[in-house]
């Protein structure tokens, strides 16, 4: 009797803990279940529509495009010079600044020059001397010559005169280059403009004692600007001097002419790369430059027009095989493949030339980023301006970008 006790309780024991188990097993099993339809349903509600500005909408348009060599680089003037000291000593007369403008000959600054005085003064005096010893041996030989011929004194005496009188003259044309040096020195301690241009820097403050080869001041005449531009060795084949170029110059929203001046003959060392300069007319000239040296151009070199269409370079999506854009189609997401042509700029923004979307179609920029095929679409009314309706139609309104020459990249 006291055995089939033992067997009840434990058989009792044991259902209510596969019950226990069942129990929380049931309860974690609801709890995922749970979990998974709110996700799912957060993530219906996600995905049902998304609402976009007009600001992040871009109709393609066809654009004329300009294709050709891609450019770049800084601009410098053809002709600079920096101005030296010739002489060491103390500088004088600087008044000089940046962006003043100097005229070809004239005084930039002056070294102090009694030293160089006294030793022009010393030179002439040591050949006026050197002059007078000539003098005198010329005379001693001419009265030697004169006792020879009438047999007095031997021919010896004679050679010896002549050789006196050789060492004076010798000594006398050495002081006049002498002199000449000192001269030289002299005229060196006025510094002249050696070209006409602008004060780019000023290197040293009056007073200061400079050394000789110290850099004073540098000048640059920006009448004539150019950039360099680098190339590499396939590019540069298609290249001839005289070819037009169309860049864009960093301040100023016009584009500018240009044209290849020169084409270097020899590659740089390492990276094999051809330096093509192009001559830029600057229309403001040397008083009022537009053009500044340092300023970064890029643009278009060989440009052969052709009206493309195109849309933003960002707003191609490449996470699938082929390359395609956000398209809004009857308020729904849409993806087109597109297949790319030549890229471009219009103002800030890279273009790139598209075929296989419609002209007028409404793409989704690409800081939207990507989007499910066929998500709902809405557009954010936007704020009118002050003075202004509010459009009617906000797909209407997306901004279309201003047509203008773009840049291709080979």
């Known amino acids: ?73 800084a601009l410098k003037a053809v002709n600079s010079a920096m101005i030296k ?46 002059k007078a010893q000539v003098a005198i041996a010329q005379r001693q030989y001419d009265n030697n010559k004169a006792l020879v011929d009438q047999g007095f004194i031997s021919r010896t005496a004679l050679d010896t005169s002549q050789a006196n009188l050789n060492a004076a003259q010798a000594t006398y044309r050495a002081a006049q ?39 004073i001041v540098e000048l640059v005449d920006l009448s004539q600007v150019e950039m360099e531009a680098t190339l590499s060795a396939a590019d540069s084949m298609q290249v001839h001097v005289g070819q037009s170029a169309e860049l864009q110059i960093e301040g100023s929203r016009l584009p500018v002419k240009a044209r290849v001046a020169r084409i270097n003959p020899s590659t740089q060392a390492g990276s094999r790369s051809v330096l093509v300069y192009l001559a830029i007319d600057n229309p403001g000239g040397d008083a009022v430059p537009l053009l500044r040296q340092g300023l970064f151009a890029q643009g278009t070199l060989g440009t052969t027009r052709t009206s493309v269409l195109s849309v933003p370079v960002s707003a191609v999506q490449t996470d699938k095989p082929e390359p395609y854009v956000q398209v809004v189609e009857n308020g729904q997401v849409a993806h087109r493949p597109v297949e790319l042509g030549v890229r471009g700029s219009v103002g800030s923004e890279d273009v790139v030339a598209v075929r296989g979307l419609a002209d007028g179609a409404l793409v989704i920029r690409g800081e939207i980023g990507s989007l499910r095929e066929g998500t709902k679409v809405s557009l954010t009314p936007m704020a009118p301006a002050q003075g202004s309706a509010m459009p009617a139609n906000p797909a209407a309104s997306a901004p279309a970008a201003t047509p203008a020459v773009t840049r291709s990249t080979p």
Do not use: H, N
């Open 1 to 73: 009797m006291k055995r089939w006790i033992k067997w009840a309780v434990g058989l009792v024991v044991v259902l209510l803990l596969v019950a226990s188990v069942m129990r929380a097993l049931s309860t974690r099993k609801a709890r995922q279940q749970a979990l998974v339809t709110a996700s799912a349903g957060s993530t219906a509600k996600a995905q049902g529509g998304v609402e976009l500005a007009s600001t992040d909408l871009v109709r393609a348009q066809v654009r004329e495009v300009a294709q050709g060599l891609a450019v770049s680089g």
């Open 85 to 130: 000291a010739r002489v060491a000593g103390e500088l004088q007369g600087l008044t000089l600044r940046e962006g003043d403008f100097v005229k070809a000959g004239q005084v930039v600054a002056r070294i102090e020059d009694s030293d160089y005085s006294s030793r022009v003064r010393q030179a002439r005096e040591q050949a006026e001397s050197a």
């Open 177 to 215: 280059a002498a002199t000449q040096v000192a001269a030289k020195s002299l005229d060196d301690t006025i510094l002249r403009a050696p070209i006409s241009g602008l004060v780019s820097q000023r290197l040293a403050q009056p007073g200061e004692r400079v050394s000789v080869d110290a850099r």
